[in-house]
DNA sequence: CTGAAAGCGCTTACAG
DNA sequence: CTGAAAGCGCTTACAG
């Protein structure tokens, strides 16, 4: 690589497609064809033309080809999402199948509740003009986004969670987690443990997720024929504090549960803390289930019993689909969650 | 901003700069000299100008700018590092400074320790120009990486931790924390609750921030006249699972530690671990401290006692140095850290 | 304070 | 399988 400095020795100067094919003997458009992968082009001419682009180092530059295709070298990644560990696990994911494609990703946060949602996510796209974006949930459901991505002529692949594999008339262009079949797992768990006091914190009513998982939570207890205790059944944001909080109130009530799933493990770390003051102990008095399996899933003490979702691995697929060039693949991409049993469920204390 | 479509109804085609030229009169280089900013344009040529831009919704184009420019409307954030809250908070830093500007962030987390460490990152800069770039550590200490750039004329910011406020030949190009200053608080707090047999978990010795922490702490530990016991000196590599294990050496020992400082709240986290395993109670059998302000921190039971580095604060002031024009200010850039008391520190048991 | 010409480094039709 | 011409949308010297 440092080839190029010793080639043109003191020369600022940058190697461009005209050096390529003087060296070559051919038209600078044979060149592009070679870059470009075209099939049209000798085989003996592309064997020589990729040895003298490795031989002086030479990088095609992207914003002049950028310029040609009326297109950035760019995927975009947009998300309204706090947590950390996901976004960042999302980002590795989509960066796993970037890296040497010569496709840089642009991460772009934005506040879903703002005023300035849509326009200034207009402005990104109508000057970066990325090749592509991938949308996290929850911004992933918004319709205004999805029309102006549409507008703009941008491909996009949306991230999202569905009770049933049906994707609609979108198929090929989401990636659906199955959260509910990790659920049902935990469900069934739980249930099978022996616990018949179940409470519940769930998500907030606007996050297609909450539903899911619930939904998921139930089927797993109904098999052994246990459900949510209708008078435990408290809804949280999916923050520590609503967790928290949540578990208090299913503590203060007359008959305390001897399990409570949360809907997310942050909530569930929340509920470990009122566990903690409430001098329950886990899983003796307490059988805790939480989702997603993030980070502080086994910091905890015991280390939580969890679902979890192949977050990274989606990334992966969504950055796949965004960028391979062949499109016969049009079948839905669909991830199964999977539950993590740990040290915080256990049989609940006889007699209690 | 829907003015666009209103104004070329069913036209497809690009809003430039010669449209912005035809409709005022001018030469597309006067246009030029608006979007640039340039002080030789007359005042109302100029507010003519700027108001046919909003008014079709002109969005000049990245990429034909970055071709003439020679350089993209990207800022790259360059790291290795496994903290993903840590990462997010840089990454939020930069974005609070870059939105509005026109310039996105491309995120290229690296492998330090990979053959691969420094021709891949040519390959990213060689291939994007990006107009500057943030570094994180430890990357931010490599040579090979500081040369590459050099070489490349690539501007950049470091982000790095140091004891004193030299920053030597590269003022202005460094963002400094010290994390010695709030670690003297946290050692100062810890003697001064009384503990004497105090531990201590650091940090890795290739990593300049393990240094400079466990210097602070010393320090503030001297001022009440408190040394770390040399028979409970340990040492991790900064992940849960090393603060675990040395936290069990530490409770194994004939005199257990009454209290343990450690280089950062992941390792802190480990050491809560053990001690809930050893039935020892935090802070009554012991006191924790950690560094990091992690969201793990006050998710812990009790909360943690730790040191917090306001890092989006230095993402942002790193954005702004590499982006704001005047470049008269080159003051170095120190940032300082400060002790959070939370739960985890008391006073030791008496007799103990 | 303003402009005509040339150029940034690549690709798209269009030919052959 | 290959090429000459024109163009992508902007900016840099160079003039005036």
């Known amino acids: 690589m440092t080839e190029t400095i010793e080639t043109f020795p003191g020369r600022r100067k940058k190697v461009t497609i005209n050096d390529v094919a003087r060296l070559a003997g051919v038209s600078k458009k044979t060149v592009s064809r070679v870059i470009n992968k075209s099939a049209s082009v000798h085989p003996r001419t592309r064997d020589e033309i990729t040895e003298i682009i490795t031989r002086i180092g030479f990088h095609p530059d992207p914003q002049a080809r950028g310029l040609a295709f009326r297109r950035a070298f760019l995927i975009g990644l947009i998300y309204d999402n706090p947590n950390a560990q996901y976004i960042v696990n999302m980002q590795m994911g989509a960066l796993d199948r970037l890296r040497g494609s010569g496709i840089e990703l642009v991460v772009h946060p934005c506040d879903w509740h703002s005023e300035a949602f849509i326009s200034s996510l207009r402005e990104f796209l109508e000057n970066q003009r990325p090749s592509g974006v991938i949308i996290l949930p929850p911004v992933a459901e918004d319709r205004r986004l999805l029309d102006l991505l549409d507008e703009l002529n941008v491909p996009r692949i949306r991230v999202t ?192």
Chains 1, 2 share one sequence.
């Open 161 to 352: 969670a569905r009770a049933t594999g049906d994707t609609g008339s979108a198929i090929g262009r989401e990636i659906v987690s199955r959260d509910d079949i990790g659920c049902a797992e935990a469900g069934a768990h739980v249930a099978a443990l022996g616990h018949r006091r179940i409470g519940y914190i769930g998500g907030k009513r606007d996050y297609p997720s909450a539903h899911v998982r619930r939904q998921g939570f139930e089927a797993g207890l109904a098999t052994h024929g246990a459900v949510i205790a209708p008078d435990l059944d408290e809804r949280g944001d999916y923050s520590f504090d609503s967790g928290y909080a949540a578990a208090r109130r299913l503590f203060a009530r007359p008959n305390r549960p001897t399990a409570i799933i949360c809907a997310n493990d942050e909530m569930a770390a929340g509920a470990y803390k009122a566990a903690f003051e409430a001098g329950l102990r886990i899983p003796g008095d307490l059988t805790l289930i939480g989702f997603d399996d993030a980070p502080i899933a086994d910091r905890l003490s015991p280390p939580l019993t969890t679902v979890r979702l192949p977050t990274r691995e989606m990334a992966r697929m969504a950055a796949d689909r965004l960028i391979s060039t062949d499109l016969l693949d049009d079948a839905p991409l669909v991830v199964d969650s999977v539950l993590v049993v740990r040290g915080s469920s256990s049989a609940p204390k006889s007699g209690f």
